[in-house]
Each structure stands twice: as C-alpha cells, then as structure tokens.
C-alpha cells in the first residue's frame, strides 16, 4: 500500500513593500489573500487525518500549516526552506527579465544561481536526502507537507524521474496542492490544484514573472 504525501505551497506573501523595494524573505507573513487561500486548503483537506505536518519552519510555511491542519503542531525541517536569492540589486537592469522569468524555465542546470544566490545543486543537495530521512520513518500513512515553490519542483521531480533533476515547468500557485503517492513506485495524482480558483482563471503568468512585475529597482 502506498504513502500518500499532501504537497502544498504556502499561501500568499509579500516579497516587496509598497514602493517595490525587496523585503527579507525570510520572515515575511501571509497577506490576507493568503490566509483566505490557506483556509481554502483547509476546507479542501478537511477530514483527512493527517500523521505529520511538515514546514520548512519559515513563518510562511508555519502560518500555512497552522491553518491548513490546526490542532497539530508543525514539525520544522530547514533543509526544506526555499532557494536564497541573492541580493537583487548586484543583477544588471538588462539580465533582470531573464534572472526572474527564466529562473524555472525547462530542465534547470545544476548550476543555475536563483536571482543571483543559491545554486540548483545545493537545493537538491539538501532536499533530496530531507526527503529519504522523510520516507525512512515508516510511522506515518499521509503527511502534510507545506513548502516552497523550487522545493517543491524539485520533490515533484524526483517523482516522475526518480533521478536527480530539477523540471522548472511545474508551475506552484501561492496555497496550491499536489498530490503524491509513495512506495516501491510513485505515483503524481495531482499538480497544483488551487482550490481559491479551480480552473486558474485569475492568471496566466508564472509566480516568476508576477514577483518580476512588483520589484522595482529603487
């Protein structure tokens, strides 16, 4: 009988302040359109009794899970926090387009600096053995896991391939959902289900080019 993992963006955040001006991503909160995409998760996993809940252990993760599956304390695994970008100032204005919109763009080389910082090597360098430490513990039956954008393109990858690559094209809308069944194969029954907006008619751009569409250079 497989596992089955619940694997779900964090809802919605602000990565820069009014004036377009980057904030430190790492300690930013869920806007109000965030917690409302979060409860809507919340209803649509309603009843599904969760054996662990898993976050990066940043506040947005955190504040997701928390209303996602209340009554169960979040575990924290920092090995599952997002790519760190570098410093968005030390990008040219001329490599800005390609820095944001190209980051996640087909099979991303290990190589690959996201916006100028962590390489897509050292993301599956720490997620990938994050993800066996996970599997080993044969406890659980379905887990919660509530993580990022690229970590999850890159759990995402490894399901279809069971190989070390990084497929940029599994687009991860703020509070969406996947759903992955594990054993001595694995199934993908679901990629990026929003349950705020089933059929995602509110956009077509990627969170990549939206983020690139808030930040100004200031």
């Known amino acids: 009988m497989r596992r089955r993992i619940y694997l779900m963006r964090h809802a919605q955040v602000a990565y820069f302040d009014d004036e377009g ?9 869920l806007t109000a359109e965030g917690r409302r995409q979060a409860q809507a998760a919340a209803n649509a996993l309603a009843g ?10 940043l506040p947005r993760t955190l504040e997701t899970a928390r209303i996602v599956a209340p009554g169960i304390e979040p575990e924290q695994h920092p090995d599952l926090r997002e790519l760190q970008p570098g410093r968005l100032a030390d990008i040219p204005v001329d490599e800005l ?9 087909g099979r ?5 600096r996201f916006l100028g ?6 993301l599956l360098d720490r997620v990938h053995p994050a993800l066996e430490r996970l599997l080993a513990d044969e406890s659980w039956d379905t887990m919660l896991a509530v993580l990022h954008g690229a970590v999850n393109r890159t759990i995402l990858s490894y399901a279809l ?23 001595t194969d694995w199934i993908v029954r679901a990629v990026g289900i929003a349950p705020y907006d089933l059929a995602h ?18």
């Open 21 to 29: 001006g980057p904030v430190p991503p790492d300690g930013v909160q």
């Open 48 to 57: 599904i009794p969760f054996d662990r809940v898993i976050t990066s252990g």
């Open 97 to 105: 387009e390609d820095a944001f919109a190209g980051a996640f763009r």
């Open 108 to 112: 991303v080389p290990e190589d690959r």
């Open 117 to 122: 910082g962590e390489t897509v090597g050292a």
């Open 161 to 183: 391939t069971r190989d070390r690559t990084f497929l940029g094209g599994f687009e991860q809308a703020p509070g969406c959902i996947n759903v992955i069944d594990v054993g």
């Open 201 to 218: 008619r509110a956009e077509r751009r990627t969170s990549m080019e939206l983020l690139l569409s808030q930040y100004r250079r200031v």
